[in-house]
T-cell receptor, first 116, second 109 residues
Framework: SAVISQKPSRDICQRGTSLTIQCQVD?????MFWYRQQPGQSLTLIAT?????????ESGFVIDKFPISRPNLTFSTLTVSNMSPEDSSIYLC?????????????FGSGTRLTVV | LAKTTQPISMDSYEGQEVNITCSHN???????ITWYQQFPSQGPRFIIQ???TKVTNEVASLFIPADRKSSTLSLPRVSLSDTAVYYC??????????FGAGTILRVKS
């Protein structure tokens, strides 16, 4: 299945600043997903990013706060803008697993963000 | 998207078999049932997937009754390293995943 490299693995940022998280996949994929996992909580889908089109955001998430780029079929970035302590979470990207007969997804190891 | 319901937490001891049941009453005809495992500070990892009846791999078994409104993940002879959160998800190809709360499994020695 696809292998994902996500950077950075963790960061501590000052409030009001922005952080861009990168997700690199070792194969071409159509759909890439960005999730947020707040401390002690489950994963919440932020947006779906397809190459060549605008990302589709879930309810409660907006492009101004979480702009996403998808320049090609192996790469995507998520920016967390104008950060506040409430943005402290783990951010994960996910792609289709790519295994024949397996309808599922592979996840990156996540970016642990702390906003101070 | 089918909603899933799982127990919030379960405790077990090393060497025991653990069964985690998931309810998904609104599963669609073309939906698959997939279980993921998540350790702290890691992304979820695929465990097993099935459509109906029973599926077994080197890690777990998945039992799905004929009506497909529930499924049971079976972990044989758990060890301390199986302590994790287990998520049951329902969906098909190129469908976004919607995670429920998951089941926290604690394995004790």
């Amino acid at each position: 299945s696809a292998v994902i490299s996500q950077k950075p693995s963790r960061d501590i940022c000052q409030r009001g600043t922005s952080l861009t998280i990168q997700c690199q996949v070792d194969s071409q994929v159509t759909m890439m997903f960005w999730y947020r996992q707040q401390p002690g909580q489950s994963l919440t889908l932020i947006a779906t990013a397809n190459q060549g089109s605008e990302a589709t955001y879930e309810s409660g998430f907006v492009i101004d706060k979480f702009p996403i780029s998808r320049p090609n079929l192996t790469f995507s970035t998520l920016t967390v803008s104008n950060m506040s302590p409430e943005d402290s979470s783990i951010y994960l990207c996910s792609v289709e697993a790519g295994d024949r007969g397996y309808y599922g997804y592979t996840f990156g190891s996540g970016t642990r963000l702390t906003v101070v | 998207l089918a909603k899933t319901t799982q127990p919030i937490s379960m405790d077990s001891y090393e060497g025991q078999e653990v069964n985690i049941t998931c309810s998904h009453n609104n599963i669609a005809t073309n939906d698959y049932i997939t279980w993921y495992q998540q350790f702290p500070s890691q992304g979820p990892r695929f465990i097993i997937q099935g459509y109906k009846t029973k599926v077994t791999n080197e890690v777990a078994s998945l039992f799905i009754p004929a009506d497909r409104k529930s499924s049971t993940l079976s972990l044989p002879r758990v060890s301390l390293s199986d302590t994790a959160v287990y998520y049951c998800l329902v969906g098909g190809d190129r469908v976004k995943l919607v995670f429920g709360a998951g089941t926290i499994l604690r394995v004790k020695s």
